[in-house]
């Protein structure tokens, strides 16, 4: 079970939501982003994911963190 928080993001100026971001996203959705903000490392997906999937990309995105 992932716990940790999702945000939603309110930004009326889409181009520099989209460059703050990931500037190699086109604003298409659905999209993921995990954000390590303390070691200033996030890691983005632009596509639909499943559960399993999302728990995977969850997975390798933690294990990178830590240096596995």
Known sequence: RIQSPVWLFNETNTDALLNNLDASW????PA?????????QKKFINKELSYQELQMEFSQFQKS????
């Open 32 to 40: 993921t982003l995990f954000v390590h903000p303390a070691r200033k």
């Open 65 to 68: 963190i830590i240096g596995y």
């Open 26 to 29: 086109s604003g298409a959705l």
